[in-house]
């Protein structure tokens, strides 16, 4: 099973210098993906959440590709209604062949309201959207590129099914996820889990998997490797954007849990 980390690519502290310890870090340490978000427009939805800078996902994984050898590069997730099919076809292809065959293409729908409205995108319409644009890349986009597809809902899954290499479920517990995939034929299962370390023990049916002491989190990868994950995307960040002028903490977990690889891999 390959671990990957989701690093943060917007908010205050995320500059040049920062992306870099970035991608040291997580080359270094010997994890196998290193995943960018997507926003286009930083609307007050967004900005709530992901406030600026937001570096643009393609952009950012062009400059890190430059930077690592071996770490494969990917998004989590891209917005597919926000780009015209082919532009986003052409686009990770270019990335994928400059990168040496490394990328990994996490998509969904997207969330933000004011941010499909700013875009012109009909927010009614990103599922079909989506689809058309899964549908472009699967006949024109760049061959043996891997597609993880989010989301929870039935139309989610049904997408994951229909053109997905994998279901990308993001910040789930287990028994979510087990429930899921005990419930769907999916082709794949890669999740994205919300990764904080922890000094006690975090208790309760509602603990997000990834949360919790360092034994909790490395028993979390067990039971996913053991659920078919074929990779699973550690996510540091939790809602503080000056989190993101302080990497050190999380990549003090992050090299705990890579201490430990022989035992989820």
Do not use: I
């Not at 992306?19 to 290193?34: F, K, P």
């Not at 989590?76 to 990770?92: K, W």
């Not at 990168?99 to 997207?110: A, D, I, K």
């Not at 999916?186 to 509602?206: H, I, K, S």
Request: glycine share 10%; with cysteine; charged share 20%.
């Amino acid at each position: 099973m390959q671990l990957g980390v989701n690093v943060p690519n917007f908010g205050p502290g995320t500059d040049p210098g920062v992306l870099r310890g970035w991608a040291r870090t997580v080359e270094g340490l010997g994890y196998d993906l290193l995943m960018v978000s997507d926003h286009v427009a930083v609307t007050p939805d967004v900005a709530e959440r992901y406030p600026e800078p937001f570096h643009e996902p393609f952009t950012t994984l062009s400059w890190l590709a430059a930077l690592t050898t071996r770490v494969r590069l990917g998004t989590t997730v891209l917005v597919l209604p926000y780009r015209e099919p082919l532009l986003t076809a052409r686009m990770a292809a270019g990335l994928d062949r400059l990168s040496g065959g490394r990328l990994v293409l996490g998509v969904g729908t997207g969330w933000a309201r004011q941010e499909f409205a700013a875009l012109g995108v009909p927010f009614a319409e990103r599922g079909r959207l989506a689809d058309a644009c899964l549908r472009v890349l699967r006949e024109s986009g760049p061959a043996g590129v891997p597609v993880w597809v989010g989301g929870q809902s039935p139309a989610a899954l049904r997408r994951a099914a229909r053109f997905g290499d994998a279901w990308h479920p993001l910040r789930l517990t287990l028994s979510a996820m087990r429930a899921v995939l005990a419930a769907h034929p999916l082709p794949g299962f890669a999740p994205r889990v919300a990764f904080r370390l922890t000094a006690e023990p975090v208790t309760g049916p509602d603990r997000p998997a990834g949360t919790g002491t360092l034994e909790q989190v490395l028993d979390d990868l067990r039971q996913l490797r053991a659920l078919g994950a074929q990779a699973v995307v550690l996510d540091p960040y939790h809602g503080d954007p000056e989190e993101t002028r302080r990497p050190e903490a999380a990549w003090r977990d992050l090299a705990a849990v890579a201490a430990h690889r022989k035992e989820t891999a």
